[in-house]
């Protein structure tokens, strides 16, 4: 069966620092990937998506993102946090038999301090 | 602009009584999708329709039912079923995969969500 796990529940960083958030999946065929930002008390919004080709996908708000299929792993990168960036990050992939069944991880909470 | 209204923002109801939310896009999308949040659990799947008049049950469909009479409508009752039924509802739609070999797997475009509570 398909899953996704986010193993980092609540994670914080500082303003200005490197962030990276992690995603794995379980799935027998190429996935389809993406990572989902939710601010409180809002739905999703699509940050960005792979499909196929380049493994390495930018996103919108200078998010990115790197498909490695050697460590069933697609993990979301952004540089610079900015304090605006504090949300949920949702991970989903796929599901098989198509009809947009996604599996969504069950999220990351990211803090920002000043 | 083009979007997806759930309404009302907050919901609350007393135990053993129905309640419907309203979903309503105007993205012309053929597929409609309702999710359940909970804290910590992500979001599971209720039901999803990708045409109208016809819809299925998602993972944890039990307690809840739908209707597509229209393809802008999609709304969900929850009933006096449903064990938990508090709970963040996100509604969803995209681009049917039958439309289109490229639109499998297309992205999920969300509403704000309703968020119910019941007493």
């Known amino acids: 069966a398909q899953s996704v796990t986010q193993p980092d529940i609540h994670i914080t960083v500082s303003e200005g620092a490197s962030l990276e958030l992690r995603c794995n999946y379980s799935?027998?065929?190429?996935?389809?990937l993406f990572w989902y930002v939710q601010s409180p008390g809002q739905g999703l919004q699509l940050l960005l998506k792979?499909?196929?080709?380049?493994?390495l996908v930018q996103g919108i708000k200078g998010f990115e993102a790197e498909f490695k299929r050697s460590q069933s792993s697609f993990n979301l990168r952004k540089p610079s946090v900015h304090w605006s960036d504090a949300a949920e990050y949702f991970c989903?992939?796929?599901?098989?038999?198509?009809?947009?069944?996604?599996?969504f991880g069950a999220g990351t909470r990211l803090a920002v301090h000043p | 602009d083009g979007g997806i209204t759930q309404s009302p923002k907050y919901l609350f109801r007393k135990e053993g009584q129905n309640v419907t939310l309203s979903c309503e896009q105007n993205?012309?999308?053929?597929?409609m999708y309702w999710y359940r949040q909970d804290p910590g659990q992500g979001l599971r799947l209720i039901y999803y329709s990708q045409i109208v008049n016809d819809f299925q049950k998602g993972d944890i469909a039990e307690g809840y039912s739908v209707s597509r009479e229209k393809k802008e409508s999609f709304p969900l009752t929850v009933t006096s079923a449903q064990k938990n039924p508090t709970a963040f509802y996100l509604c969803?739609?995209?681009?049917?995969?039958?439309?289109?070999?490229?639109?499998?797997?297309?992205?999920?475009?969300f509403g704000n969500g309703t968020r119910l509570t019941v007493t």
């Open positions: 989903a992939v796929g599901a098989q038999g198509g009809y947009n069944k996604l599996i």
């Open positions: 993205l012309n999308h053929d597929a």
């Open positions: 799935y027998g065929a190429t996935p389809y």
């Open positions: 969803a739609s995209s681009i049917s995969p039958a439309a289109s070999r490229r639109s499998y797997n297309s992205p999920l475009h």
């Open positions: 792979y499909f196929s080709g380049d493994t």
